[in-house]
Structure formats: C-alpha cells, structure tokens
C-alpha cells in the first residue's frame, strides 16, 4: 500500500503550542488589563469581511494589492480573510450604533490577521494583533493617549528598551498638494528607482519615502518633508501632540520618512521598535490616526485613531528576555487507575477536581508505566487505585516530589489536596 506523507501546517503559518502559552497569555493579559486602564472596552469582529470593505480602504498597498487572502465562499460572495482589524472595527462601530453611545467609542481588540507575504522570522500569514481604536474623536488628546497605551502595554509585559517614532503626513487638504511636489522631485530621478518605486511614484508617491531598495536611500534626504506644507489645522494638531507627548514625559524620535501605506491615515503615524532594531519587520506596534477612513467604507465622515500591535513579535522578544515564565503542569493530580476501573477513575477524578486540575490514565499498562507519565506530566499528586481500594472506596494519595504515601477514603482526598 502506498503510504503518503503526513499533512502539514499550510505555508506561512505556526501552531502556538501550550509550552508557548504562558508568555501569550502575559502579553495578552499586559494588554487587557492596560487597555481597560484607559476605559477601553473589549469588541470582536468577524476574520471574513467582504472583501470590497477591505480594498475600498487599502487598494494601493501591499496588504491589499499584492497580499490579500480573497476567495468566493459558497453563495458567491466576494471574501476576503482580514489583514487588519481597523476597517472592520470602523464598520462594527456604525452597524453596532456605537456611534450613537458617548464618544469617542474606546475599543480593543484580539484576533488574528491574514497577509500572503513572503514568509519569515516575525512575519508570518497568519499573525495574532492586539488592536486599540478611539472612533469618534479629533482631539489630539487622543493620538497622545494611543501612544502612551502601547507603550504603557510594551512596558508592562517587560520590554523598556523601545523607540518610539513620529510623523504626521497630513490630511486631504495638505497632502495631496505635498504629494505634487514629491512627485515632481522623483520624476527626474525615475529612471534611477526600482520597479515598485516607478509605479508608486505615481500613483502613491508617499510610499516612496519608505522604500527599503539600498539605491534609493540617497534621494530621501532631498525629498521634500511633509512637515514643511502641513495646512494650519494640521500644523495645530501636529503641535497640540507633540506638547502633549513632552507633558507625559514620552521620549521620540521624529522620522520624516514614516508614512502609511493606507490612504485613509491622516495625521499622526508612529511606530514602536525594540532599541537597537531598524527593519520595519521589527516593528512591535504601528498606528496613528484614520479620519478618512468611516468615508472611505461609506459611512458618515468620522474621525479615529489607534494602533495595532504584533503579539508574535512581543512574545518572542518577552521569551528571548528570558522571562520568569514558566509553563506550569496541566494536572496538579494524576489518577493511576490498576487495571480495568475506568468508572471508578473516573469518579475519584471527579471528587479531586473540587479542589485542583485533575488527569486520568486509562491506558492499560504497567504501574511502572504509568508512574513514568505521572513524573513526564509534572503532576505534584497521583492517586493510585486497585481493584481492592475500589471495592472499599479508598485510594493511595502519593506525593511525587516526596514519595510519600498515604491511604485515604476518596470523600477525603479533597481536605487532603486543598
Ligand atoms: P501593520 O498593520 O502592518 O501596521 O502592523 C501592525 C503590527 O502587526 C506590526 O507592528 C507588527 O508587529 C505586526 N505585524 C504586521 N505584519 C505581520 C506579519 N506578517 N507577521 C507578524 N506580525 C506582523
């Protein structure tokens, strides 16, 4: 008979074992309990969204032209599997009357995101975000406050050497005459520019300014800045940030060329680092300010801010910290049934678990056999039970770091674990 291999994990994609889980269930928890901090609720949003939701906000970027995870489902719908959270936190937001309670609406949120990008360390297909957005709201009270959450998150779960990054790029007013003159200063140079560039010097010349290709790092630095042709109400909101940043004592670096690939950011950008770290795949939380995205979905002019931060990355930067994470047994108590008393096992395991996690062998084997996974389990306690302690409703109670070992009647062994 042939035999085929077995069936592995899809291209691009990891399994986040239990072993895993204690540093997941820190950065996660860090993450709750800060944003709750701050007054934001908890939302989930659907993984599918149509996928005209999805490419009517990003049909420039990469996310999106290039990465995005579309397919038709049964009833001939047009889907796309997530790559970020926002357009659909934003749609939520009006189809939940959340527009209608106090404003601006503070959510956060957990979930994974789908990009078909080429994979790598910290970049995977599927990849775990934890979003914060304030809908509703310009002040720039709020752009402030967005920041100081994700970094008051990253702090919390253990990581301080970071660097925060700042720019504005403007809104539907100023930019697009900035955009003119940004292009007018690469169109000379195009034969000089990569591909990608060639093609979004037209068509998305903000993206120009964080190309990553080595031969176009010189022309940045004669670029024009945004930061010089910002309207007055940008110029006053990027100020109003900036004072508010210097109050709370939030160090940053200020970074001409950070943008946004999404069409609907305005404003405010900034990305968080690890110290030391310059790639953008290092990045551990991006975000900034979306006021033209509710319009750009089809909804009432509204505007919002936030971030997204990569639990893949936090967790492998907490773990390589060498935190003090341990992962601990899944059972504090094995029960050790001797032969053929699985109602009996399954029983005494019933009367432990008032008291503490409880696991069963029911495997026949030896009692040596058994003892070996006790020991492989980590549990601190197995209850040994033969076919005579059965018929008695007694037990032995061994303790594994001691080998103590006590008879016990099963109504008593809850006292005894406690
Ligand atoms: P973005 O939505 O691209 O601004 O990304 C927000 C954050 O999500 C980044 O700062 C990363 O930490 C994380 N992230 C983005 N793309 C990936 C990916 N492919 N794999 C793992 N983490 C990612």
Redesign the pocket.
């Known amino acids: 008979m042939p035999r085929s291999e077995p069936i592995k994990a899809v291209r691009g994609v990891r399994d986040i074992l239990p072993a895993e889980m204690p540093v997941w269930r820190a950065a996660q928890a860090g993450a709750a309990a800060v944003a709750r901090r701050y007054g934001y609720e908890e939302i989930i949003t659907p993984i599918i969204e149509h996928a005209e939701l999805i490419e009517r906000v990003g049909e420039d970027t990469d996310?999106v032209a290039k990465e995005l995870y579309r397919f038709d489902d049964r009833g001939g719908r047009n889907l796309a599997l997530r790559p970020?959270a926002t357009a659909g936190v934003v749609r939520a937001y009006f189809e939940g009357a959340l527009n209608q309670g106090a404003q601006p609406s503070r959510l956060y949120l957990f979930g994974p995101?789908f990009?078909y990008?080429r994979p790598q360390k910290?970049?995977?297909?599927q990849?775990y975000?934890f979003n914060v957005e304030a809908i509703g709201s310009a002040a720039p009270g709020l752009d402030t406050e967005v920041v100081e959450l994700a970094g008051d998150w990253l702090n919390e779960v253990g990581l301080q050497d970071l660097r925060l990054e700042l720019n504005t790029i403007g809104d539907g007013k100023c930019r697009p005459p900035y955009l003119e003159r940004l292009k007018e200063y690469y169109r000379p140079l195009k034969s000089q520019l990569g591909g990608d560039s060639q093609l979004r010097l037209e068509r998305n010349p903000l993206r120009l300014l964080d190309s990553k290709v080595p031969q176009e790092q010189p022309f940045k630095n004669g670029a024009p800045k945004i930061i010089d042709h910002l309207c007055d109400e940008c110029a006053e909101h990027w100020s109003s940030v900036r004072r508010l940043l210097d109050a709370a004592s939030i160090e940053y670096q200020l970074n001409p060329y950070l943008v946004r690939g999404l069409d609907y950011y305005t404003r405010t950008v900034f990305?968080f680092y690890p110290g030391g770290a310059t790639g953008q795949q290092d990045?551990?939380?991006?975000g900034g300010r979306y006021d033209g995205l509710a319009e750009a979905e089809g909804w009432p002019s509204t505007p919002g801010v936030g971030f997204?931060?990569?639990l893949?990355?936090v967790t492998e930067l907490i773990a390589a910290a060498g935190s003090e994470l341990t992962t601990s047994s899944p059972a504090d108590v094995l029960v050790l049934p001797d032969g053929e008393l699985a109602v009996e096992a399954a029983e005494v395991a019933r009367i432990c678990r008032a008291v503490r996690s409880v696991a069963v062998d029911y495997e026949a084997k030896s009692l040596r056999a058994k003892m070996r996974s006790a020991n492989k389990l980590g549990a601190r306690w197995v209850v040994l039970i033969s076919a005579e302690d059965a018929a008695r409703r007694v037990a032995q109670l061994r303790e594994m770091s001691t080998g103590d070992q006590v008879e016990l009647a099963w109504v008593e062994l809850p006292t005894r674990l406690a």
């Open positions: 996310a970020e995101m990009r990008d910290g970049r995977y297909r990849f975000q990305e990045a551990l939380a991006s997204a931060g990569g893949d990355r």
